[in-house]
């Protein structure tokens, strides 16, 4: 049993009810290799942004649980060397989907953990959750519950259409469960693919699809059933075009991807939503760059030259997410 305390991490409780009272959002990104990790840590560090580091079923499964979990604990040493006093780093389970799995994360020293009971039946969902916030509660570990079922493909989590979040089913839930935040759909989707084609439409300048707008009706009507609690929205990568232009221009293939507009993800880290994930936006960066590369210098096979670029390219977008798109730089000195 090892406590997350013991190696410099911290829950998601405290960086919650600040972010909601600051009208900001905290940054939950992926990570499974040491070139994102060193990113996410050197963008944190210089904008001392509190920051969630998030394990997928997948990254578990390509890098290892255990290493991961080091990883972490290396992350913490790393930013204090980066010269950030006091950094904020939460080591978070994403889309957990057993009580087997939550338990092994918060015994091995996780701080924070999801049970992503959405695809169950409702009360399947709320003993699955409880079950795993008594568990996690004793050592003081966050948990997220999800309500609502998005779309899209993420790992090994997908659905073919979304389902809102019921705005009459979140005070019940929440108070039967006991979890500390609740992932809402309202219209985001995992992958760089969010949307089709006939969902969207089409700007007239420069042929790009415009997605549906996020369903703040829907988020607004939980803020009033659960004033001040904390809200997460998964699948939230923006899909810049510049890093789909760039891949398409260096031999790569990806038509109409197409992700949540910034300026959406801006009004809702304003709001009760206080995690914002983002997973795809970091995967088309770091293709991007090696493509380039690869494209200009075809006899490159030193693997620090086409994935350092690709770190350097990452380290600007996760700033670039935590200054001009949630605000949460200088919320942990
Ligand atoms: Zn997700």
């Known amino acids: 049993m090892v406590n997350y305390k013991e190696i410099g991490l911290v829950n998601t409780r405290e960086m919650f009810a600040k972010a909601i009272k600051g009208g900001y959002a905290i940054p939950a990104f992926n990570f499974n290799n040491m070139e994102q990790l060193q990113a996410i840590i050197k963008a944190s560090a210089e904008t001392k942004s509190p920051v969630i580091l998030q394990v997928s079923k997948g990254a578990r499964s390509y890098a290892n649980q255990t290493l991961l979990r080091y990883m972490a604990e290396g992350a913490v040493a790393y930013a204090k060397e980066l010269g950030w006093e006091h950094p904020q780093i939460v080591l978070h389970l994403d889309h957990g989907d057993s009580f087997e799995l939550c338990k092994s994360c918060v015994d091995t020293g996780f701080s924070s953990v999801m049970i992503d009971g959405s695809s169950l039946p409702y009360d399947e969902n709320v003993a699955l ?28 989590v997908s659905s073919e259409e979304s389902h809102y979040t019921k705005p009459e089913e979140v005070i019940d839930f929440t108070t039967k469960t006991g979890v500390d935040s609740l992932a809402i759909s309202i219209g985001t989707s995992h992958g760089a693919y969010k949307f089709k084609p006939e969902q969207c439409t089409r700007d007239p300048k420069t042929g790009r699809l415009v997605p549906p707008p996020l369903a703040f009706d829907v988020l607004d009507a939980i803020m009033v059933k659960l004033p001040g609690f904390p809200i997460v929205l998964h699948g939230s990568s923006s899909v810049p075009q510049e890093y789909v232009d760039m891949i398409n221009q260096y031999g790569g293939k990806m038509p109409d991807a197409v992700g949540i507009p910034e300026e959406q993800l801006r009004q809702a880290s304003k709001s009760a939503v206080c995690k914002i994930n983002i997973d795809s936006d970091s995967r088309l960066a770091f293709t991007a760059a090696v493509r380039k590369v690869f494209a200009e210098k075809p006899a490159e096979f030193d693997p620090r030259k086409y994935c350092g670029p690709a770190r350097d390219l990452m380290v600007e977008l996760y700033k ?10 200088g919320k942990a000195l």
């Open 320 to 329: 670039h997410k935590i200054i001009n798109v949630l605000g949460s730089d």
């Open 129 to 156: 959750t409880r079950q795993v916030v008594e568990y996690a509660h004793k050592y003081d570990v966050t948990v997220e519950g999800e309500l609502g079922v998005l779309a899209g493909v993420e790992d090994e």
